[in-house]
């Protein structure tokens, strides 16, 4: 079973290269990704960054992160 959703990425402030991922952002997806899973524990598969959206897909043998791990995990 996976999960995938789509985080935005917001515009970077000036003089940045890229925006970034906020932890309130990425506790959003999480969220969302619990709700779908239920009771299951669940974990980050892949996520990829391409044209202002992070595509983040989770499953259940993923890799288990919390909101702040899962910010640093895509900002990075």
């Given at each position: 079973?996976?999960?995938?959703?789509?985080?935005?990425?917001?515009?970077?402030?000036?003089?940045?290269?890229?925006?970034?991922?906020?932890?309130?952002?990425?506790?959003?997806?999480?969220?969302?990704?619990g709700k779908?899973?239920?009771?299951?524990?669940?974990?980050?598969?892949?996520?990829?960054?391409?044209?202002?959206?992070?595509?983040v897909l989770?499953?259940?043998?993923?890799?288990?992160?919390?909101?702040?791990?899962?910010?640093?995990?895509?900002?990075?």
């Amino acid at each position: 079973m996976t999960f995938e959703d789509s985080i935005k990425v917001p515009k970077p402030p000036k003089g940045a290269t890229r925006g970034s991922i906020t932890e309130k952002q990425a506790a959003a997806s999480l969220a969302l990704a619990g709700k779908a899973f239920g009771e299951a524990r669940f974990g980050l598969i892949r996520a990829e960054r391409a044209a202002g959206a992070v595509s983040v897909l989770y499953g259940l043998n993923g890799r288990a992160l919390d909101a702040k791990g899962l910010a640093y995990e895509l900002n990075n």
